[in-house]
């Protein structure tokens, strides 16, 4: 398995919903990664976990809130979100943090705030 | 100046021609990747490169340490290969990668 599978592929919630988007590898990688996109734009950088521990937080608002229970899994719980949080949320793996691994992405959540 | 940038920004080609996609960056990298991502998709990784020239297919991604500059290169485009083409650096100091703005293609028949 060389993939990087994300659920759900699209979401449209309301402002007082709490939600979840869900990571999944099982390629053994080690480092996991939230990135937010936003139409025609480049992803930005939101979170960093490294061998299941939080070690980036890009200053993200408290209203995304990462957790990977194991090392397979990353979740992403959104809470309050605003409409400006509709974006693409995509989730990465790399083998570990060191710089010489190469990212596998996943297709990414669509995400729509309503 | 952002850190990472690519030209051109569009780029329409018929199809059968020879493409290239340009990136240039100012900070000290250990790696580059070359990203492909279609309208509204997730993103897959084409390349990642630390030195010289790397050849999947009709892809080739070549890159330059010393004037701190990488080419993409699409043999005998196709409509297929209509994409976002993302030129993203992987810095040495922090476990960051700064993405450039992107390469918007389109291939037509």
């Known amino acids: 398995d060389t993939e990087v599978t994300q659920t759900p592929k699209h979401l449209v919630m309301g402002m007082t919903n709490k939600k979840s988007l869900k990571c999944e590898q099982h390629?053994?990688?080690?480092?996991m990664y939230w990135y937010k996109q936003k139409a025609k734009k480049p992803p930005e950088l939101m979170f960093v976990?490294?061998?299941?521990?939080?070690?980036i937080n890009e200053s993200v608002p408290s209203r995304f809130s990462p957790e990977c229970p194991n090392s397979s899994l990353l979740n992403l719980h959104l809470h309050a979100l605003q409409p400006e949080d509709s974006a693409l949320y995509l989730c990465?793996?790399?083998?570990?943090?060191?710089?010489?691994?190469?990212?596998?992405f996943g297709s990414g959540t669509r995400l729509t705030v309503v | 100046k952002n850190e990472v940038e690519q030209s051109p920004q569009n780029l329409t080609a018929q199809e059968g021609e020879f493409i290239t996609i340009n990136c240039s960056y100012s900070v000290g990298i250990s790696a580059l990747h070359w990203l492909q991502q279609h309208p509204g998709g997730g993103i897959v990784s084409l390349f990642m490169l630390s030195s010289g020239k790397k050849k999947h297919g009709r892809l080739i991604a070549t890159i330059n340490i010393q004037e701190k500059h990488s080419s993409l290169h699409i043999t005998a485009s196709h409509p297929r290969d209509s994409a976002v083409y993302i030129c993203a650096v992987r810095r040495t100091s922090y476990d960051k990668v700064i993405f450039g703005p992107g390469t918007s293609l389109s291939v037509i028949p």
């Open positions: 390629m053994g990688h080690r480092a």
């Open positions: 976990y490294s061998y299941e521990k939080l070690s």
């Open positions: 990465a793996s790399s083998q570990a943090t060191g710089a010489n691994y190469g990212y596998t």
